[in-house]
């Protein structure tokens, strides 16, 4: 269950870290209060999951989803720029955090 929480709460950080970006500094109504939900939820999933997981192990697999997540999301919708490198770089930290998982 811990780990579920924790896939949830990554994609969570994604949803408030590019919330964050669309409020242009908190002007903007709607992806300010996305932004606040994204981030309590995103933060109460990751605690609950570090109540059983290792906090290393947790928090890097959390960090890894969110920035997986939120660049993607900017090269698919933000016109963010993509290359092959990009990409690989990319694929190499899906690896690295399904590598965590796998050695816990």
Same mark, same amino acid.
């Given at each position: 269950?811990?780990?579920? @929480?924790? $896939? @949830? /709460?990554?994609?969570?950080?994604? &949803?408030?870290? %590019?919330?964050?970006?669309? /409020?242009?500094?908190?002007?903007?109504?709607?992806? %300010?209060? $996305?932004? *606040?939900? *994204? !981030? &309590? !939820? /995103?933060?109460? =999933?990751?605690?609950?999951?570090?109540? %059983?997981?290792? &906090? =290393? +192990?947790?928090?890097? $697999?959390? &960090? =890894?989803?969110?920035? @997986? !997540? +939120?660049? $993607?999301? *900017?090269?698919?919708?933000?016109?963010?720029?993509?290359?092959?490198?990009?990409?690989?770089?990319?694929?190499?930290?899906?690896?690295?955090?399904? =590598?965590?998982?796998?050695?816990?």
């Amino acid at each position: 269950m811990a780990w579920i @929480v924790l $896939v @949830v /709460s990554g994609v969570l950080e994604a &949803v408030w870290a %590019t919330a964050l970006g669309k /409020s242009e500094g908190f002007s903007r109504l709607a992806p %300010t209060v $996305v932004f *606040g939900v *994204g !981030l &309590v !939820l /995103s933060m109460a =999933g990751l605690a609950f999951a570090l109540r %059983t997981l290792p &906090v =290393g +192990t947790g928090y890097a $697999v959390w &960090v =890894g989803i969110g920035a @997986v !997540l +939120t660049v $993607v999301y *900017g090269m698919v919708f933000g016109g963010e720029p993509v290359s092959l490198l990009k990409l690989l770089l990319l694929a190499g930290i899906v690896g690295c955090v399904i =590598g965590l998982k796998a050695l816990h």
